[in-house]
């Protein structure tokens, strides 16, 4: 026992001292002037090897919230993950890679051939996936580095108005149309380029997102987790594969006794209330099914409006907006400070060729306009549709989809709690 | 530690890490504000003293205050940015903080929550979360839908525009590929035919034959009068055009001058030959024109069009007359490139009227006293460059080739009245190039050249006589004629020959040298160019193969002009190089003016006038 504690330690050391010494393979020059070298606003590049860890980790942090939320039923289990995971894949790995931004590698894999997506990139994408369609959203619970830091500035939360909170949630559909279009046609990794927090966990960003970061920590003193419900693209796909998810959190161990302790206790709003008595009627009905009558049109209006926006929406793409640039300000050639108009300038490509170019991306932003409007009017449609739908509940379940398994609710429950088997036990034993 | 304590402790605590976070938060804010006030590689001070270093390079004092204030402003940057990372670490710790204390104080006060008393029927919430999602769904997408209606496609106006890069850097690569390119009818005979009989009212030198006059434009000649041009009402004839220099590249437009005398050797900087030089009053590109004893030229700014008149022989400004208040419709002036400017276009003149265009679509007649006969306003130009194509006048008709990226025009205007005698739409997109004016049997036509086609036009009535599509790009150089054939060219698109007729045909092509603002000359079988890569060329007029070049080590804009059995090609660097008209290269002389030039000479008997960006010369026997 002693020999393995022995090799355990020495193994650990070994892998430390790899980590330490694998981040620069070509040591920085000794300025005698004290001169500090700033760091880049990009991370540095991580060896594989200790890529392989940052997966096994994700792994190993995923599993152990799936326990503390199924098993143990911990809150506190789950909230020293959130921290763990906020330090390691926040500060330590600097946010990067994440598995909200890794859509859009995944994207761009699939539509790049001369794009080689990396294992740690698909294993970051596929596995809290996987996981919701098990267990849930236990990523967003415990492990999601910006699910992380929201959680734990969540102070007093109150809940926002219903209809307002529905209509919101629509926009991470629109965020994620968008970022698959973006990555598709190469213009840019609008996440990752957008994202609030990294600023945070690197010291380090423009101050403008430095600000936006520090708006939405302040936000979620009081609105919990405001970038997971109304702007996570990835929440899509969590929502998506934890509603049909095989096993799930359960706010009560055993039966639901219906004392309402839970009622104001999701922070996210993600309970549902028992429903009394079933509430359809003819006219339900029949909007139920004029709305699923409407999806096809939905699609159609939302891929032609999609289309149609193909122009303003290519203008995120360099190429074009150099391309334009040139065409409409022809002046601007003279200009020896616009350093992407010199760039090209001295490149050698022709006007013409640039123009080509753009012109060809943005016809893939037309073709991808369809696709991306198509499928936001789906999403609309389906959402609507599912507004009609009323199911009959006697119990407090979380919603599953929204649903992001930080176990708050866990703890209102007095189902198996000391206090309540004891209540239980005295009124037995007052009815024997 | 009892509860109350531990709130009471844990709400002072939050209480100073919030006051903490933020008076970190303002100081950093501050901080930032200064940065971005003092950033070293934009300081204004630094700025001044680096220029009167480059002004005084061996003033080691100042040299050295230079780097003394580089350094300190490089400190300050930098320690600025280190207070604000360290503020940056205070405020996190500070928010870890203050939220930590927070949660503590709400976990200890925290209560049972209350079921919320009034609860929504779950039928009422989901028609409220309807209603929510549909307008957010409108909203959203009629937002899209009036981003998507407002946004223009400059990529697909960009047929117009692309085709020609100016050159930026000596070492710049220039690669433009033709964007269209119209093929010539294949089954087409394409042959010099050489005993084709033309009558031309050609310009030819002074070893060629004389020029046949048009009995139509045969008019009663007055007495002319010294000095001022002609006291007539009606127009000169071709004879009397051709004697002096009336527009840009000289009579018609064609590049040929008939006058004699004109001086090969002069030296500007040494004043050899230079009879006079006096200062441009005001800049502009155009080259001077000339009348009898009046050259004239124009200058402009933004703010301020003037026409010029000055005595050739003495080089004193007889008037000027600056050219205001005319009524524009509304819309923003144009914004001409740097090496367009506001006076590009050249002057014409008939000896009764001097008529000018400008970059702001102003045209203006004068008589030759200087006083306006009438002004008006074309339209402002949607020319991305600047307008440039110059004026031709003939028999009362101010023509003017008027094409921009909105639509190719070309019209003629009463000299009198100024009143617009016809006005046609061209097929065609914007161009620099300027119209010349030849005589094909016994009609005149108006030959302009533009992307896509080359086009006749009657000059009377507008109407179209002929078009080919043959060129590309942003087309600089105007026509060519001679023997019956246009010649016309545009870089990195072709230099074509054309036999005029119904169809036009094409006589061969040729796409090894070929200019981008100056215009081709051709005479007795000889076509000359001049490249802005510094190649003069002449090539074989009858079939396009090169009889020569010679390389100069400045580029060319002035258009080359054959007088006299010679070809005057003035390059950027005002070195005039001079050849013999010949199929075999035989220089003459390379004279240098000493001053940077783009416009093309003007001549008259014994004298040639060159406009610098600084002066005007006149060069000749002293």
């Given amino acids: 026992m002693k020999n393995l504690y022995k090799i355990i330690a020495v193994s650990g050391g070994i892998l430390i001292s790899v980590m330490v010494f694998a981040q620069q393979r070509f040591p920085r020059p000794d300025f005698e002037s004290g001169y500090q070298v700033p760091s880049p606003t990009a991370p540095e590049p991580r060896s594989a090897s200790i890529e392989i860890i940052d997966v096994i980790l994700l792994f190993a942090a995923l599993s152990l919230v799936t326990w503390f939320v199924l098993k143990k039923r911990s809150r506190k289990g789950i909230l020293y993950t959130t921290l763990f995971s906020m330090i390691y894949f926040g500060f330590y790995r600097n946010g990067c890679i994440c598995a909200i931004g890794a859509i859009q590698n995944v994207t761009l894999a699939l539509f790049d051939p001369g794009y080689a997506i990396s294992f740690t990139a698909l294993a970051f994408f596929v596995l809290p996936l996987l996981f919701a369609l098990f267990v849930g959203r236990v990523f967003c619970g415990g492990v999601c580095p910006l699910g992380a830091i929201q959680e734990l500035v969540i102070l007093k939360p109150i809940s926002i108005p219903v209809g307002l909170q529905k209509a919101l949630s629509l926009i991470p559909y629109i965020y994620l149309g968008l970022a698959v279009l973006y990555a598709a046609t190469k213009t840019d990794f609008i996440i990752c380029r957008y994202d609030p927090f990294v600023g945070i966990f690197r010291m380090d960003a423009p101050y403008h997102m430095l600000i936006l970061g520090g708006s939405f920590i302040l936000l979620g003193l009081f609105i919990a987790r405001p970038y997971c419900r109304f702007l996570c693209p990835y929440s899509v796909l969590l929502n998506w594969m934890s509603s049909s998810s095989w096993k799930h959190l359960s706010i009560t161990p055993a039966e639901c006794i219906d004392c309402k302790l839970c009622e104001n206790s999701c922070p996210v709003d993600a309970i549902n209330k028992p429903v009394s008595e079933p509430v359809s009627s003819s006219r339900d009905v029949r909007r139920f099914l004029l709305l699923v009558v409407l999806v096809p049109f939905w699609v159609l209006i939302g891929g032609y409006i999609g289309s149609k926006a193909h122009i303003y929406l290519s203008r995120a793409n360099h190429t074009i907006q150099l391309a334009e640039m040139l065409i409409t300000n022809p002046e601007v050639r003279n200009d020896p400070e616009n350093l992407d108009v010199q760039a090209f300038l001295t490149s050698g490509k022709t006007l013409d060729e640039l123009i080509n170019e753009a012109e060809l991306i943005r016809e893939n932003f037309n073709t991808g306009g369809w696709w991306t409007g198509g499928f936001l009017g789906l999403a609309f449609g389906l959402i609507l549709t599912g507004k009609t739908l009323f199911r009959n509940r006697k119990d407090y379940t979380p919603d599953k989809g929204n649903c992001v398994s930080c176990g708050r609710c866990m703890t209102y429950c007095p189902v198996g709690t000391p206090g309540y088997e004891m209540l239980i036990k005295k009124e037995i034993e007052s009815d024997n | 530690m009892n509860p109350i304590t531990k709130q009471k402790l844990t709400l002072r605590t939050a209480f100073i890490a919030g006051i903490f976070s933020c008076i970190v938060c303002i100081i950093m804010l501050l901080n930032y504000w200064q940065l971005r006030q003092s950033d070293p590689l934009e300081s204004k001070l630094m700025e001044n003293l680096v220029q009167q270093l480059e002004n005084d390079r061996q003033n080691e004092a100042l040299k050295e205050e230079i780097r003394n204030l580089d350094l300190m ?449 051709a005479a007795d079988g000889l076509l000359f160019i001049g490249t802005s890569y510094g190649v003069i060329v002449c090539y074989d007029a009858g079939n396009g193969d090169i009889l020569w070049e010679h390389e100069c080590d400045q580029g060319i804009y002035a258009s080359p002009i054959i007088v006299e059995g010679k070809v005057y090609v003035l390059d950027m660097d005002g070195k005039m190089h001079i050849f013999k008209k010949d199929a075999v290269k035989t220089l003459l002389g390379e004279p240098e003016l000493g001053e940077a030039t783009v416009s093309t000479p003007a001549f008259a008997d014994g004298n040639l006038y060159l406009r610098g960006l600084e002066n005007i010369y006149c060069i000749g026997s002293k």
């Fill in chain 2, 73 to 521: 402003a490089r400190k300050a940057y930098f320690t600025k940015q280190w207070q604000i990372r360290a503020g940056g670490y205070l405020l996190v710790g500070s928010m870890v903080v203050l939220v930590f204390a927070l949660r503590i104080y709400y976990s200890t006060s925290s209560r049972i929550a209350e079921p919320d008393p009034s609860d929504i029927p779950l039928k009422t919430e989901l028609l409220i979360s309807r209603r929510w999602i549909l307008s957010l769904i409108i909203l959203l997408f009629g937002m899209a839908l009036i981003a998507a209606f407002l946004s223009d496609d400059h990529l697909a106006r960009s047929y117009e525009l692309v085709g020609r890069e100016p050159s930026i850097e000596e070492n710049a690569v220039e690669e433009i590929t033709v964007r269209t390119r119209l093929e010539p009818d294949p089954s087409a005979d394409i042959k010099m035919d050489a005993s084709r009989e033309v009558l031309t009212d050609n310009i030819t030198d002074e070893t060629g034959t004389t020029p046949t006059e048009d009995e139509k434009v045969r008019e009663e000649i007055s007495e002319s009068i010294p000095g001022g041009g002609t006291n007539r009402t009606s127009a000169p004839s071709a004879e009397e055009i051709t004697r002096n220099y009336p527009s840009f590249r000289g009579p018609f437009g064609l590049g040929i001058s008939r006058h004699t005398n004109i001086p090969v050797d002069w030296d500007g900087p040494s004043g050899k030959n230079i009879v006079w030089k006096v200062e441009v009053p005001m800049q502009g590109y155009n080259s001077p024109v000339i009348w009898d004893d009046h050259l004239y030229f124009t200058g402009a700014d933004q703010n301020i069009q003037v026409v010029y008149c000055y005595n050739r022989h003495s080089g004193q400004q007889i008037w000027q007359h600056p050219v205001s208040d005319i009524q524009r419709p509304s819309g923003n002036l144009p914004k001409p490139t740097d090496d367009t400017g506001f006076a590009a276009p050249t002057v014409a003149t008939d000896g009764r009227y001097i008529a000018a265009i400008f970059a702001s679509g102003d045209v203006v007649c004068l008589n030759r006293e200087g006083s306006r006969q009438w002004g008006k306003n074309l339209g402002i130009p949607d020319n991305h460059y600047g307008h440039s194509s110059s004026l031709i006048l003939w028999r009362d008709l101010l023509l003017i080739q008027y094409d921009d990226n909105s639509a190719g025009k070309v019209m003629a205007l009463d000299i009198k009245t100024g009143n617009e005698k016809w006005s046609t739409v061209r097929k065609s997109k914007i161009s620099w190039a300027s119209p010349v004016l030849v005589q094909i049997g016994d009609q005149f036509e108006l030959i302009l050249s533009s992307s896509p086609q080359v086009a006749a036009y009657n000059p009377v009535t507008g109407k179209e006589i002929w078009a080919v599509e043959c060129l590309s790009g942003e087309v600089g150089p105007s026509p060519a004629f001679s023997d019956g054939i246009v010649y016309a060219t545009n870089e990195y698109a072709t230099l074509i020959a054309i036999e005029p007729g119904s169809p036009p045909e094409i006589l061969w092509e040729s796409n090894e040298y070929l200019p981008e603002v100056s215009s081709p000359v």
